[in-house]
């Protein structure tokens, strides 16, 4: 009979206190764990995550990540506070258990955010960007769903850093959420990280319903190539090769010059881009970024992502918030992007399509697939993959900015 | 809420303005390299001419259209081949 008590001891159940409320976290691991593997939302990204909240909720696992306060102490096992900030990495190890490690390691010191904006850097072109830079504006357009959110959030009664957070999902750019989240509000990571992921997921569903309800069948029509035979291009660009190699450089040094907060997204963005465009000089870093280490930097972020959303800092009311204010902060940008579009128009000869208003949010480049596909549904040769490219670039570049100017206000 | 009104100011005013540098700063380096190196680099592969032709010419006419479009009228075919 000892036995078997000790045996019931050894299990997660004798071990739950009577809170139940981890049986709820880990039917959501299904839930995201059936999202990445059947429907196929962001698989690389939501089945570790979805993993993640598994292993974080079995009681007496340690695999949750322990929220410091905003003093910095976190509860070891024994009870004890300690402030995480004095602790050696071998001792967060050894205490806190491996999660934890990771957490503090990698997420929490802001270092992968920018290796995965490294890697997504090396898979960009910036091509059809400098082919149609009158359009690369309204990747700035696109922002302004992450400050209408953060004023909501704030009357709400969030915290400027919360509302920051939450707002900056509206950027639709997952590494540069998590990024601004970790600095403002550490204790929203999880929520936010899936509110982020979740929605560029459904950036198929959101763009199309918003499209629809903000554009006319003329306005959809519009087709930009005929605009181009139209009125065509005065910048004809003669040596694409070299100018992608300098792109990079000066961009980097211009953004580093004005918003140095910005500095480590958009030059590690930068900086990837350049190991691509210098071809076999550098074949073996390129590789390097875009496969080893991105794919490393995938799997710790999504499962330490994933590790922060136990039942006590999941189950409460500001994740539903997050939930409903990340929506609107997705779709307010769009549509922000169509109306700065429907107002260029206004006052140009050369229409643009709104559906380059509308990729103007990140999300490169599903976004600017889908707006091809609405566009391909109305006219079946109005091709606009090309010139929503270059607002959905700049949009990446016009998110790392805003999130360079909230933490630079409010850290 | 003044707070908020404040970064909505300042964070648009600057998104938009750093990606209008960004954008008169391409157009620059476009000039710069338009005059300095014009050309690109003779990259022209000479492809070596199949005996017979393996694609029926519609088809390849097909795909040279279809090239045409995705490519805006600046990618060409140079080579099929049947695997």
Sequence with gaps: ???????????????????????IMILLAFVLLYLGIVKKYEPLLLIPIGFGVLLANFPGGGMGVAQATSEGLVQLPDGSWENIWDMPLHKIAHELGLMNFIYY??????????IIFMGVGALTDFGPM?????LSIFGAGAQFGIFAVLLASLAMGFTPQEAASLGIIGGADGPTAIFTTIKLAPHLLGPIAIAAYSYMALVPVIIPLVVKALCSKKELMINMKQQDKLYPNKTEIKNMRILKILFPISVTTIVALLVPTAVSLVGMLMFGNLLKELGAMTSRLFDTATNAIMNTATIFLGLSVGATMTAQAFLNLTTIGIVVGGFLAFALSIAAGIFMVKIFNLFVKKKVNPLVGATGLSAVPMASRVANDIAT???PKNHVL?????????GVIGSAVAAGVLISFLQ | MGLGLTLMGIGMVTVFAILLIVINLSK???????KVAPEEEASKKVAPAPSKPIIDST????????????????GT????EKL
């Excluded at chain 2, 088809?59 to 600046?74: D, N, P, R």
């Design chain 1, 1 to 23: 009979m000892d036995i078997l008590t000790k045996l019931y001891e050894m299990t997660a159940f004798a071990q739950t206190g009577g809170d139940w409320a981890f049986l």
């Design chain 1, 105 to 114: 390691m990698c997420i929490k010191t802001g270092f992968i955010p920018p």
């Design chain 1, 130 to 134: 400098l082919r149609n830079l009158r």
């Design chain 1, 377 to 379: 549904k109305y006219d």
């Design chain 1, 386 to 394: 090309n010139y929503c490219m270059a607002s959905n670039i700049s």
């Design chain 2, 28 to 34: 620059l380096l476009i000039n710069i390299v338009n």
């Design chain 2, 59 to 74: 088809v390849m006419a097909i795909i040279q259209a279809a090239v045409s479009e995705m490519t805006g009228g600046k």
């Design chain 2, 77 to 80: 075919v140079a080579n099929v």
